[in-house]
């Protein structure tokens, strides 16, 4: 009863030492840009610098000090990436043959399904529980939902777009996306760095350190103004069937592939999960706007938004 009393009250106040800080950083944003204090045109700026500055320094900073043993986790590919994999197919087979959607509404709803928003929110909490570690994790997962879901999606939805464009050319014009990503480039340097044994230059290793330190607080800022505006219109079987895929399907599928795989830690599993366990990604509501869904793809990420920081919650009381 003491123990249990014990690890309750840990539970608790880690709870309050990460998540409080994150929903005071989200409100922050929100009543910034509800007042005007903020336009959502700035919000939309302060995006692009974290998604093409900010997040890039804090993995390349962090990738560049790390050696290929601290990066080099086949269970962790197979797991998230499996996993992941398997949330987009079963949504893709549900919406496309049983909402009979067309191939490109139905390519987005799928990554919404299947796609967390790891580069805001989860560098934002894994920093906040792991420090500079949380980023083997973070790049793990943002190679994987560039190179498999994002990818899949880029593909099929121009596929549904121009449905007389050849096969090489889609493949060729997601790869070119792709490679002028600057989340990707900076991967791609981070692991040359760890297979090719090179440091970066104390100066510049220290600007990266400093740069990546705006990303966690900022993306959260973001997030939260972001949420202005969003409404709940389109709540139905749909939306709710496809945050049921996100936030509860998946990372209960990613946390039971992590148990059954060898040689993964316990830091691994737990990593993960939350991950699996984010909202969508604000990516999916800009697919969503660009494609025509736009409350159908709105009202799900705010949906999800909730939920996820209500399960992250309850898995960083459980574990931490």
Known sequence: MVASFCFDKKGANVVVQVIVPIFLLLLAG?????????TPDQI????????KIALPAFLLYALSNKSLNDIWHPSYFIAYG????????????????????????????????SMSNTGFIGTAVLSLLMGSHAAIYISLTLILENLLILALVLALAEAGQQEQQKVWALLQKTAQNLLKNPVIIAIILGMSCILLDIRLPILVDQSLA???????????FVIGGSLVGMGMSALNLQS?????????????????????????????????????????????GIFGQAYGLNERALTPLMLSTILGFVG?????????
Do not use: H, N
């Open 30 to 38: 929100y009543l910034s840009v509800s007042i005007r204090l903020i």
């Open 44 to 51: 939309k700026a302060l995006s692009a610098f974290i998604i």
């Open 82 to 113: 499996g996993g992941s994999l398997i949330i987009f197919a079963l949504a893709f087979y549900c919406y496309r043959y049983c909402f009979s959607y067309s191939l490109t509404p139905t390519a987005v709803l799928a990554m919404g399904a």
């Open 210 to 220: 400093l740069l990546g330190k705006t990303a966690s607080p900022l993306a959260l």
């Open 240 to 284: 709710g069937l496809l945050v049921a895929f996100k936030v509860i399907l998946m990372p209960l599928l990613i946390y039971c592939l992590l148990r059954i795989l060898p040689d993964v830690s316990q830091e691994m599993l737990y990593a993960g999960t939350i991950l699996a366990a984010l909202p969508m990604p604000i990516a999916f």
């Open 312 to 320: 992250i919650s309850s898995l960083i009381m459980l574990w931490w």
